[in-house]
């Protein structure tokens, strides 16, 4: 059994669904500040909304475009949950005729603070307990450092520019260590690079970056959304695949409510992503952070399938995407495996 701290992991992660006649999404018990939307029967995009660029704010993860601001979208962050604009054909969170999701992380519980840890100052929302920070700093183009008010180091890191439309969006991940990275919008596999993380891994306070155009190109401004693993509710780890239905056991220790899967080895694979508000076991609706492909699209495209259990996943599947190489995958908790209200079997 794991000792977590956090019983309830709901209280800074969790998942909604709703029709193009719902405005206010209010089913969280926080006030979100990274929030995450995806039609689940269209091919519009993943959306991504955060409380430090501010609500009107966009970014896809399937794509390299710039930031881009849209006031019919996401309208306000609220005490239990968001606010979405009207409906329409031209709105990627709420248009007319389709169905959502919506994952949400919640930050700091005040505003986002002044960090001077790193030789780049930043702004940060940080939330220690479930190990989640949003950071937003300007690029020099010279080898630096970030604060990211952590207090321990992170084990994943989403890095994208805000300005400019050819920088990819890029992923420091543990398993891989700081001399490679993994792009959110790609099927690539993993990269080596000394011009993304200067060969450094991140320590309790700071990352580190290299002179490279996606990560610190010039002087522009980046958002970073980091993450550090804490028993019961996230962890970032890596598996090897066995090619085979009977697929390789994952430990998480605990339920997962969501989870990411990469795969880092050779070929061009999908970012590959299920969530229990969505997915049933045997027959799983798996979504694509890295294109904008419906749930049915994707199902038809191959075997994504994959059994959520107890204590962690295991894929159902020889697809080389889930169960034949190399992977990272990336997973937060429905139920802890200790706690008010311990994980069941499914």
Known sequence: ??????KKPSDYFDISNWTATTSAINNLDFSPDWVWIKSTDSG????LFDTIRGANKRLSSASNIAESTRTDELMSFDSNGYTLGSSGNTNDTNPFNASYVGWSWRGSDSSAVSNTDGSITSTVSANTTS???IVSYTSTGSNATVGHGLGVAPAMI???RRSGDTENWVVYHKSLGATKNLKLNLTDPENTSSERFNNTEPTSSVFSLGISGDVNGGTSPFIAYCFAEKKGFSKFG???????ADGTFV???????????KRTDGGT???????????????ENALEPNNNNSEATV???????????????????????????SYIYIAFAEEPLVGDNPATAR
């Not at 059994?1 to 956090?6: E, F, K, L, R």
């Not at 430990?251 to 899967?261: D, E, H, N």
């Not at 199902?299 to 889930?322: C, E, H, V």
């Open 131 to 133: 190990g989640f920070s």
């Open 238 to 244: 890596s598996y090897t695949g066995n090619g085979n």
């Open 44 to 47: 519009n995009g993943h959306i």
């Open 269 to 283: 694979n999908d970012w590959i992503l299920y969530d229990t508000k969505r997915c049933i076991n045997g027959i």
């Open 299 to 325: 199902i038809a495209k191959t075997d994504y399938n994959i059994d959520l259990l107890s204590n962690g996943f295991k894929p159902r599947s020889n697809s080389d995407q889930i169960n034949n190489g």
């Open 158 to 160: 989403i890095f994208k």
């Open 251 to 261: 430990y998480t220790g605990f339920k997962p409510a969501f989870i990411i899967v």
């Open 1 to 6: 059994m794991a000792y977590t701290t956090i």
